[in-house]
T-cell receptor, first 115, second 114 residues
Framework: DGGITQSPKYLFRKEGQNVTLSCEQNLNHDAMYWYRQDPGQGLRLIYYSQIVNDFQKGDIAEGYSVSREKKESFPLTVTSAQKNPTAFYLC??????????????FGPGTRLTVL | DQQVKQNSPSLSVQEGRISILNCDYTNSMFDYFLWYKKYPAEGPTFLISISSIKDKNEDGRFTVFLNKSAKHLSLHIVPSQPGDSAVYFCAASSTTSGTYKYIFGTGTRLKVLA
């Protein structure tokens, strides 16, 4: 079955620790995205990548870092510099094609709680 | 500045009736719009989309209407079913920007009453 997997579903960390969230897709999609969802707010873009070894900051990149060493994988590291890391994190992917509209497919999400 | 707004945080509708969810946007460069449905603790799933060359797109019980002059889109669900109870997000993008980024609204929680 093709899809996007995020692990773990729930993650607890102590304040001041870095933590890495996993995102893997076997859809052969070019682009991958990380979003954060907070109560009462929409999905806010953290980082996105359109090609391997390249990525761009989204609207709320401060305190986060990413890598895209493989097409299938786009891990997100939440660093100690992120002031409010407790949130629901969503990974997505999409095909990229010029002049073609393509929706983003989302993983099941990881809920990170920093104690 | 919120470029995509869903001004109704919640909506309750009786089963079998029509649900109308609204979304407004401010950026005139947006030319592709989508609706996603989200259940708690799950990722959003794509529902329906519309490009700015159309003013209506229909898929089964779901219809999206786009009014470009008013910068407004709406999602109609007819008839509403209890399984439609979820949070609905609208999203917008500019296909000419080259970034393939979506801007999401804050969501509307729909509750369909049996």
């Amino acid at each position: 079955d093709g899809g996007i997997t995020q692990s773990p579903k729930y993650l607890f960390r102590k304040e001041g620790q870095n933590v890495t969230l996993s995102c893997e897709q076997n859809l052969n999609h070019d682009a991958m995205y990380w979003y954060r969802q907070d109560p009462g707010q929409g999905l806010r873009l953290i980082y996105y990548s359109q090609i391997v070894n390249d990525f761009q900051k989204g609207d709320i990149a401060e305190g986060y870092s990413v890598s895209r060493e493989k097409k299938e994988s786009f891990p997100l590291t939440v660093t100690s510099a992120q002031k409010n890391p407790t949130a629901f994190y969503l990974c997505a992917s999409s095909i990229l094609a010029l002049a073609v509209y393509n929706e983003q497919f989302f993983g099941p999400g990881t809920r990170l709680t920093v104690l | 500045d919120q470029q995509v707004k869903q001004n109704s945080p919640s909506l309750s509708v009786q089963e079998g009736r029509i649900s109308i969810l609204n979304c407004d946007y401010t950026n005139s460069m947006f030319d592709y719009f989508l609706w996603y449905k989200k259940y708690p603790a799950e990722g959003p799933t794509f529902l329906i989309s519309i490009s700015s060359i159309k003013d209506k797109n229909e898929d089964g019980r779901f219809t999206v209407f786009l009014n470009k002059s008013a910068k407004h889109l709406s999602l109609h669900i007819v008839p509403s079913q209890p399984g439609d109870s979820a949070v609905y997000f609208c999203a917008a993008s500019s296909t000419t920007s080259g970034t393939y980024k979506y801007i999401f609204g804050t969501g509307t929680r729909l509750k369909v009453l049996a």
